[in-house]
């Protein structure tokens, strides 16, 4: 059983009970610091769909940080863990480390504040307005070079704060965003044929091509998983 706590300004706060491992989760650029039987880990930025470990005793919780984002908190380049699950410590320091832990073990004893983690999320929205406004730019399909010039400089200013910042370059957060963007609409029911033109796509092949890069399943197979 999956469930999740959205907070107002987009990260969440989610819960994994009884999984096996083995699900698919669609790559999303995100980063997780996640909570199984006592550990705390940090799965980097994923830019592939992956498998999801089994659940400890209790179950499993995750704090998600939106695209962009965790570099606030973990103080790292993200490009080091991108597709990667680390412990907690190997990636920041000790006072970070310790208000993680502090505020995610005590969920694996039954419910628990949330006030750290909601002070977290506001502490990132705050900081993060360079990212975001790459995360619209990048959903519109804006050309790197033009972002480049308005928001690094240069280019080559631009991939370095990219890898820094994301974990990966421009051109795999369009894809992810369009991914993101594709599994809403195929969730809506538009016609697959429609989603690919819709969504950005060359055409429903390069859609499929994406798709089983990034998501793990077929888009068909996607729009039956939903259901």
């Not at 969920?107 to 628990?112: F, H, K």
């Not at 705050?126 to 399909?141: F, K, L, Y």
């Amino acid at each position: 059983m999956y469930s999740e706590h959205l907070f107002t300004h987009g990260e969440a706060l989610w819960r994994s009970i009884g999984s096996a491992g083995g699900a698919t989760v669609p790559a999303d650029g995100c980063v997780d610091v996640i909570l199984r039987d006592g550990r705390v880990e940090v799965a980097g930025p994923s830019t592939r769909w992956l498998a999801t470990g089994r659940d400890g005793a209790t179950g499993s919780f995750g704090f998600r940080m939106q695209p962009g984002r965790a570099r606030l908190l973990l103080g790292i380049d993200l490009a080091a863990i991108a597709d990667q699950l680390v412990p907690l410590d190997d990636v920041t320091d000790r006072r970070t480390a310790a208000r993680f832990r502090e505020a995610m073990i005590p969920l694996e004893a039954g419910p628990a504040p949330v006030g750290t983690l909601e002070a977290f999320a506001v502490q990132l929205a705050a900081s993060s307005r360079w990212s975001d406004a790459i995360r619209r730019a990048a959903s519109e399909a804006a050309k790197a070079r033009d972002i480049a010039s308005t928001m690094s400089g240069s280019e080559r200013s631009f991939r370095r704060q990219m890898l820094v910042t994301f974990g990966y370059g421009y051109a795999t957060l369009v894809r992810l965003e369009r991914s993101r963007r594709a599994r809403t609409l195929l969730r809506s029911g538009m016609p697959i044929a429609d989603v690919a033109a819709e969504a950005g796509y060359a055409d429903q092949p390069h859609l499929s091509r994406e798709f089983r890069r990034l998501v793990g399943s077929s888009p068909a197979q996607f729009v039956s998983s939903a259901a």
